[in-house]
């Protein structure tokens, strides 16, 4: 049973940073993308960031130039760093694994960030 365990959040002063990660435990086969959502209270979940199994990556236009999502594929990791935080940030994370056969969900990160 492969789970995607996440840590890294917690609360910021607007201006700040934080860095995310998003480790598989076992082995998953076909990964095709690795994503990280977020989910604002009364909001829908929105896809934050992207990379995919060539290394290609795409933002949201809402983080493009502050967040940055890289992978350590050796370790099935996903990192999200979160740089120039803003108080619309704040949100529960969640790490996405796209592969084959099935879809993999973290069980999510709370990221405050503070005014």
């Known amino acids: 049973q492969v789970q995607l365990v996440e840590s890294g959040g917690g609360l910021v002063q607007a201006g700040g940073s934080l860095r995310l990660s998003c480790t598989a435990s076992?082995?998953?086969?076909?990964?095709?993308?690795m994503n990280w959502y977020r989910q604002a209270p009364g909001k829908q979940r929105e896809l934050v960031a992207q990379i995919t199994s060539d290394g290609s990556t795409h933002y949201a236009d809402s983080v493009k130039g502050r967040f940055t999502i890289s992978r350590d594929n050796g370790k099935i990791t996903v990192y999200l760093q979160m740089n120039s935080l803003k108080p619309e940030d704040t949100a529960t994370y969640y790490c996405?694994?796209?592969?084959?056969?099935?879809?993999?969900w973290g069980q999510g990160t709370q990221v405050t960030v503070s005014s």
């Open positions: 076992g082995n998953i086969f076909g990964l095709a993308a």
């Open positions: 996405n694994i796209i592969a084959v056969l099935r879809n993999y």
